[in-house]
């Protein structure tokens, strides 16, 4: 417990430190006050395309938000944001290429959360959480678990049964090793005292690909992600992973209601890499925040199931840090 704290404690003072600047006025007699560097960073900027890289392959749920956003966030700006698919090893290659990028403001990137904070505790990554700046959050998309449309499953109560009566049988699929949706799962198995098989595939794309072409029998994924597809009867909701039914599929129970008081979803944000100036993330979270409450692109995100909840730069930062903490909690039970 003691190292766990220590590691959550080194995030919390690595990102506060990082967006502290941001927050503060410029002291007198600095050169914020002279006025000779001060909005330096922003001279002509942007003055070219901004490239937004997106961990995950197109087409799954970070992808259509993540466009849904930049084409509302571009008119603002003034400047084209070009979407860059950088998929692999549950996030992590692309989660380092925008880690890693030129700290000018030109790549920026979405973070898909608790999984860019749990591959670091996981593993050795060639990024680390301290090595982006948060700028604004756009998502938190709840979690549920699903089955094919055609499962001999039509409630939760007779999936569990089914699985206690016959553990290490039935395959649950997730976005990557140690991703948010693995967790998810996990969480729901340590929990239900039942047994599965963790199937593991790199994105949303490939793991619903699995469930509908009869690789795995049940996924755990994020209700954006396959609210059309179980309105159109191919897979079905046995639970959610939320405190209240979601609005949009009230005859579906919470986890709760069985006894399971597991609250889990993904939050899904847009970070800089660490050396960004100041100036340029507090331009790009009010350009996002503008983008985020417009009416065009509210209307966008309820015709696409996405749930949006806006968090800007502070928020964001505790956010992270409180996912943190929940994992060093959760991951010893699970064994993750």
Known sequence: MRKAFIWVLMIFMVISLAACGSNQEPAAGSAGETGESEGSALDGYPSKPVEVIVAYAAGGGTDVGARLLLSEAEKILGQPMVVLNIEGA?????????????????????????????????????????????????????????????????????????????????????????????????HLEYEAG????????????????????????????????????????ELRLLASYTARRIEEFPEVPTLGEFGYEILFGSARALVAPAGVPDEIIDHLADVFHQAIVSDEHMAKAREANLPIMYMGPDELRYYMVNEAIYLEEIKPLIGM
């Open 90 to 186: 549950g996030g992590e290659i692309g989660f380092t290429e925008l880690a890693k990028a030129d700290p000018d403001g030109y790549t920026i990137g979405f973070i898909n959360l608790p999984t860019f904070v749990s591959l670091p505790m996981d593993r050795e990554t060639q990024y680390a959480v301290e090595d982006v700046r948060p700028i604004v959050n756009h998502v938190f998309d709840p979690g549920v678990l699903v089955v094919r449309g055609d499962s001999p499953w039509e409630t939760f109560e007779q999936f569990v049964d089914y699985v206690k009566e016959n553990p290490g049988t039935v395959a649950i699929s997730n976005n990557g090793a140690g991703a948010s949706n693995h967790i998810g799962a996990a």
């Open 194 to 233: 039942i047994e599965v098989i963790h199937a593991p595939f790199d994105g949303t794309t490939n793991m619903l690909a699995a469930l509908r072409g009869s690789h795995v029998d049940a996924t755990v994924a994020k209700i954006s992600e396959v609210a059309d597809l179980v309105n159109a009867g």
